[in-house]
């Protein structure tokens, strides 16, 4: 019975690390208008995992210990990653399913929170289920993508093809803009229409990277440690005063919660509020 309570307080106290930081990153997180373009505009994952975005993701995962997140295939609206050497499915390598839940919860949270783009995540495949790495299929909302896929010049060429002006050479434009479907064929769809109607092409922001320094990351993974290693000594000590009712209560309710970061959200709120 010890060893089973002794498993779960080390598993709460790194995913708690773990949310800490991720919590913290993605609060403080603003990523350039020009840098979340260059992302979305990736053709391939080759040009993908080139962009700055990507490799500043890249770095904050592998810093926080979510794995090594690569691109896996990249659409105008979804992008499937993946995930290598994650601590995540060790951590519940007793489980026979998918259990990334906090990786496919981090990628909604930087989507949404910090690119200002609605998302559904989803965890396709996973090593707990005998993959040699984890999968998550990222599913944009398509107006938050092409508000930043397409520019001001974009914006020109939409307009100079629905008046029936000559465009001129727009190769790559006007592949980029018959790849998200306004266009077909060299005139506009009626997706085309309804965004040139809408005018969503965001301005620019002065932002500047580095967007997050990753070094207060590690500054803050590190006291999360502290803090874990120090309730897991506690509750060591007490082990046999544990009340089961009390830890079973716990665990049902940690597995109805979407995410750990509602387990740690009061306590990240109060942190993030007094950093600022």
Avoid at 118 to 123: C, G, Q
Wanted: net charge negative; aromatic share 8%.
């Amino acid at each position: 019975m010890q060893d089973g309570i002794a498993r779960i307080i080390y598993v709460f106290g790194e995913l708690t690390k773990m949310e800490a930081a991720i919590s913290t990153v993605i609060a403080k997180s603003r990523v350039p208008t020009k840098e979340i373009r260059a992302l979305l505009r990736s053709e391939n994952r080759i040009q993908m995992e080139r962009t700055p975005l990507f490799q500043y993701m890249r770095d904050f995962f592998r810093d926080i210990e979510l794995g090594d997140l690569r691109c896996m295939r990249v659409a105008p609206f979804e992008i499937v990653f993946g995930v290598f050497n994650s601590k995540i499915p060790r951590l519940f390598s007793d489980v026979n399913g998918k259990t990334c839940y906090i990786t496919a919860d981090t990628l909604k949270m930087f989507f949404e929170k910090d690119l200002d783009i609605v998302a559904d995540v989803e965890e396709t495949m996973c090593v707990n289920e005998g993959a040699d790495h984890c999968e998550f299929l990222v599913r944009m909302n398509p107006p938050d993508v092409l508000k930043y896929v397409i520019d001001s010049e974009d914006m020109d060429v939409l307009r100079a093809l629905k008046e029936g002006r000559d465009v001129g050479e727009q190769g790559f434009r006007m592949r980029t803009l018959e790849r998200y479907g306004l266009i077909e064929g060299g005139s506009l769809t009626i997706l085309g229409e309804k965004f040139l109607e809408l005018d969503l092409a965001p301005s620019t922001g002065a932002v500047e990277r580095p967007w997050k320094k990753l070094s207060e990351v590690s500054e803050i993974t590190a006291s999360a440690k502290s803090f874990a290693e120090a309730f897991s000594r506690s509750i060591d000590e007490e082990v046999e005063e544990v009340d089961e009712d009390l830890l079973v209560n716990i665990v049902e309710e940690t597995e109805k919660s979407k995410s750990f970061a509602e387990l740690v959200a009061k306590f990240m709120k109060k942190e993030v509020k007094e950093d600022e």
